[in-house]
């Protein structure tokens, strides 16, 4: 489908949509809210763009002070802080043990409910990172600007981990733990880690799950690339157990616990690290089959980690804060890690699945550790909601804040958020952005706009989008008529660039809107964001949802693109599509169309096998609602795959005029195949 076709469709679904009332923050939130005054917005106001953003660099500890806010001397290449020099490690520990030595850093919430909640104190933090680094430097030889791939699940272990990285200026590289070992190989590949840190197991949805085997996978996988590990660090789940059914290779796979044990006590000090430097890699899937690597900053992201946990999620000292996400998303690096921490909060980690073993889960860890803030997805609160309607109100939490983030929120969930498990208490916010943002772009300022179900909120105070057609006009703001968004200025969470891929990056996000590539006017490079979107008339934004080949699944994003490679390594297969469908719980699943190699007898066991090869390249994320294996798929005369007419298909509707296509008979076959069939 066209992006112009798409925008066609989002029009439609939005001239549907009825525009919702508002709901007042509680007035309890407000007395006590960090931002509640509107004259931020008028310090955040265009004409004092870019300096506003210099309180929120000053929410840090800086070595050197900057002296350039922003140098947009090579656009769309922004640096921001030039000049200035910190380290997020000291920024979001070291600097806390004078006042918080004693407080919870994290509490690690075991998915067992058997098992015992770890309080990990900013004191004991300290000396588990700072032995951590000492074994990456001295043992691994890791120093500043080296990249290390670490694919591990939600445990202490992993922040501990990404502290160690940037306390030596080590560049970490994060990798989903549900992703497979061979999307993790890529990884390491593309940033050319020669460690990789893994653990042998942990617990999610009710088992102890193997995971060292992965690892294994990736380091074979790597190589056949070129790409050479020397070393896999393995944390253990249960200390002096081991859980893996993988042996350890002598010489190259490594317990963490036990190099440890020659680190105890040691210190080292935080390098001190430019503003520009880069602190980690995040994979994001993108249009084409390659992931891209996100390549995030030192100053300006943590500067705006940190100031949008402080008035947006309203992060006090004294609160604790729970956002559900993985920290193997960019969600949990910004806003378990990273944010909460650089404020000195105490910041939930939870092992397991929400549902686990019952919908009421979260709501027992939030009674027994007094978590006042929560953050979570649309597709979380689908599940749960699912899980007993009236399953909150027996618990006796009591939030003052809660987020949503990740996909489109319908305003029934968001209604059943609000009343049942915030109790009306708790003001909402629904927050719009992206991996390659660093943070929240779009969201009402909680203790100043008043909410609107199903609407994300106006740019964030220093954010100005607009939403513009396909010729590159600006749709006229408030007009409610969908477009794409695009945000009009840099900002400090911005990544710096595709890792190793400039020209994507400029490519990706900006080409399309820049009228004059020779610019060296931040005003001709809006950043071009791959959602539709729509705004009212009170200035808010409605989000639409991706008009690229992306699937947002449980707010995760996948390429259609890598889902069909990931088919196409089964023999058999002659060519696969992949289409969105709508998931009540998840949003959206793909649903794969596959054409066997002729002579090739279509089967339960050959659809199985694909679904098994999209679970092993990609990870059970990508698993298919369904594999429709055809005779044929819908083409145009110049031999192009029309997913429009198979997404169609798939949802059930018309699939519309197919006269022009080189094959409009085969569209007919399909639809019986399809709509006929029991789900
Ligand atoms: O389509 C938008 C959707 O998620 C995409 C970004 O996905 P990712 O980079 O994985 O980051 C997810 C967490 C920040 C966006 O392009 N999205 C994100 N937040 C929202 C959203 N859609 C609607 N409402 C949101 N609040």
Redesign the pocket.
Known sequence: MSAREIEADAAVIAAHWREEEYISPPSRFIGQAYASDPAIFERFAEKNFPDCFREYAELLHWDQYWHTTLDASRPPFFKWFVGGKLNVCYNCIDRHLPKHRNKAAFYFVPEREDEPIVALTYQQLYRRVNEMAALLRDFCGLKRGDRVTLHLPMTLELPITMFACARLGVIHSQVFSGFSGRACADRIVDSRSRVLITIDAYQRSGKLNDHKDKADLAVAEAAKQGVDVEKILVWRRYPAQYHSTTPMVKDRDFFVDEVLKNYHNREIAPEVMDANDTLFLMY??GTTGKPKG?QHSTGGYLAYVAATSKYIQDIHPQDVYWCM?DIG???GH?YIVYGPLALAATSVIFEGAPNVPDAGRPWRIAETLGVNIFHT??TAIRALRRGGVDLPSQYKHRFKHMT??????EPEIWRWYWNVVGKREAVIV????????GG?L??TVPGIHPMKPGS?GPGLPGIYPMIVNENGEQIAPGSGVAGNICIRNPWPGRMLTIWGDDERFVKTYYARYNNDPKSKDWHDWPYF???GALQAADGYI?????IDD?I?VA???LGTKEIEAACLTVPEVAEAAVVPVADEIKGALPEVYASLQPGVKASDQMAKKIVDAIVDEIGAIARPRRVWLVPDMPKTRSGKIMRRVLSSISAGRDAGDVSTLANPEVVEELRKLVQNKPR
């Open positions: 994001t899937s996100a996400a998303w960019i969600t910004s997805s649309p949503t983030v990740g996909e489109p929120i629904d927050t719009w952005w992206q991996t390659e943002n929240f779009c969201s994300a964001a791959g959602d409605r989000i639409l949802g991706r992306v947002n707010g995760h994003r």
